[in-house]
């Protein structure tokens, strides 16, 4: 079976300051790794994956994540937060290309001003 | 950009009572998933669909819910009876799981069911 852990409900950050959402996993084989962010009373957007390669992922609005084989991690971080970037961020792994999703509880970030 | 579509957006219902939810993926994506989210979890898988075939459905309750794509392109959800339990956001996703292998599921809106 394969399951994510976001083992913090939720990050506070000051605007300007870095980011860090963490985020285990566990699957069988090699994952396939996830970034997605939920606005209020909208669906996921995604953010970035891991498939294979280079294990610092860049994605989209300044976001990155790196994965880390040994620890079964995938960090989202961000160098500088924005308040717009206040939001629910979910982590998800699949053990295969096309298989379904198995996400974590997901951590909400708040970024103050 | 391309976007899936879902419709309506909000739904409330009384308990005992059918609902459905309608998905248009984006276009060329050969799968399609639905997922429920509680309130305050992530998401999870009810069924996919690898055109119009179901490839995994084993945490869809099959005594109240069901799930078609018919020409392997929209998709309904439908629920019946819906009961209080049900009540969550519904999502619907698709990817191109053709020769790219990129696989990045592309999620909807999502519907809001509140079941009174």
């Known amino acids: 079976a394969q399951s994510v852990a976001q083992p913090e409900d939720q990050v506070n950050v000051a605007e300007g300051n870095p980011l860090t959402v963490k985020c285990t996993y566990s699957v069988s084989g090699n994952p396939y790794l996830f970034w997605y962010v939920q606005y209020p009373n909208r669906g996921l957007q995604f953010l970035l994956k891991?498939?294979?390669?280079?294990?610092l992922v860049k994605g989209s609005y300044g976001f990155e994540a790196e994965f880390n084989k040994s620890q079964t991690s995938f960090h989202l971080k961000k160098p500088s937060a924005l308040v717009s970037d206040s939001a629910l961020y979910f982590c998800?792994?699949?053990?295969?290309?096309?298989?379904?999703?198995?996400f974590g509880g997901g951590t909400r970030v708040l970024v103050k001003p | 950009e391309a976007e899936v579509a879902q419709s309506p957006r909000y739904k409330i219902t009384e308990k005992s009572q059918a609902v459905a939810f309608w998905c248009d993926p984006i276009s060329g994506h050969a799968t399609l998933y639905w997922y429920r989210q509680i309130l305050g979890q992530g998401p999870e898988l009810l069924v996919q669909f690898q055109d119009e075939s179901v490839v995994d459905d084993s945490q869809l309750p099959k005594d109240r819910f069901s799930a078609e794509r018919l020409k392997g392109v929209d998709s309904t959800l439908k629920i019946q009876p819906a009961e209080l339990g049900d009540s969550a956001m519904y999502l619907c996703?698709?990817?191109?799981?053709?020769?790219?292998?990129?696989?990045?599921?592309?999620f909807g809106p999502g519907t809001r069911l509140t079941v009174l």
């Open positions: 998800a792994v699949s053990k295969a290309a096309g298989n379904k999703l198995t």
């Open positions: 891991y498939i294979t390669g280079d294990n």
């Open positions: 996703a698709s990817s191109n799981s053709g020769g790219t292998r990129t696989d990045t599921q592309y």
